[in-house]
């Protein structure tokens, strides 16, 4: 028996930090997932164990122990005993983008995991996604959301409004553990999410653009001044708002329609890889 699955990448709208916590910093995020995705493929196994192959933006070579898609299939057949799978990984989601592909590819596993055999529900599969990274529980589910905490709480919103965003990816990523180090150096504005979601939800995608903040950019840009250049480029072509996701080094912006987008994508002449997205709202 086989099973497929598209993990889905993941835009901050907003991240502002609001503390420490057990030697985390915590933070209130405005995410959502968005239409590029990896694609998974599962293969029941006659044992227990665990093999994931990765195929794309360089991975083929990473080690097993250093790959939470491999920790989170071992995780799930040691919870609920079950045999072990084959797992392709074609990755399309960059590296280091702070697009949170290495998180939604352990959310993509366990939920592989959970139509091959059936065992799990939401609350043990996002026990197991939070042991291995802040923003997996979310990625199990996708949409609209606020993040608290060091990302773990998630409120998830009832919303379904159709975004448009040009994504700039410069070729080097920022390392988050530095990122958020360095962001201790800097002064925190008291910012909120809440803003934000009331735009979003009285569909003012104006108001939206406006509201768009990360408390990270400025740490990121001293790690890798790539991204300053990103966000000054596409703030050139007068979207309704721009903005870092995570901690980078991934630089987007908000367009009022697809057209809109488009046109800038056709007119972008920098160095960086330019990619057209639009919010992905699951079906469930």
């Known amino acids: 028996m086989t099973a497929r699955v598209k993990a889905y990448a993941k835009l901050n709208l907003t991240l502002s930090l609001t503390g420490v916590m057990d030697g985390y910093h915590t933070l209130d995020s405005l995410v959502c997932t968005v239409d590029l995705f990896d694609y998974i493929k599962l293969k029941k196994r006659k044992d227990n164990l665990i093999n994931v192959e990765m195929r794309g933006q360089g991975l083929e070579s990473l080690p097993p122990e250093k790959n939470n898609a491999v920790k989170a299939g071992e995780e799930y057949v040691k919870t609920f005993a079950t045999r072990g799978a084959d797992i392709v990984i074609y990755k399309n989601i960059p590296v280091g983008a702070g697009l ?64 448009d965003f040009l994504l700039l990816l410069p070729k080097e990523g920022v390392s988050t553990a530095e990122c958020y180090r360095l962001s201790d150096s800097f002064p925190q504005e008291n910012t909120s999410s809440d803003g934000a979601i009331k735009a979003l939800s009285e569909g003012d995608t104006v108001a939206l653009g406006k509201s768009l903040n990360n408390a990270l950019y400025l740490p990121a840009t001293k790690l890798n001044g790539d991204v300053k250049t990103a966000y000054e480029e596409l703030s050139d072509f007068s979207p309704l708002g721009v ?27 920098g160095k960086f890889k330019c990619i057209q997205l639009k919010t992905h709202i699951p079906k469930i």
């Open 100 to 163: 949170g592909g290495s998180s939604a590819d352990v959310a993509g596993v366990l939920r592989g995991m959970t139509k091959l055999y059936g065992a799990g529900s939401e609350r043990q599969l996002k026990e197991i996604a939070d042991r291995l990274g802040s923003d997996t529980g979310y990625l199990l589910t996708g949409g609209f959301a606020r993040l608290t905490g060091r990302g773990e709480q998630v409120e998830s919103l009832k919303l379904k409004q159709r975004l």
């Open 243 to 269: 903005n870092m996701t995570g901690s980078g080094s991934g630089v987007f912006a908000l367009f009022e329609n697809a057209e809109f987008c488009a046109w800038a994508k056709s007119r972008y002449r």
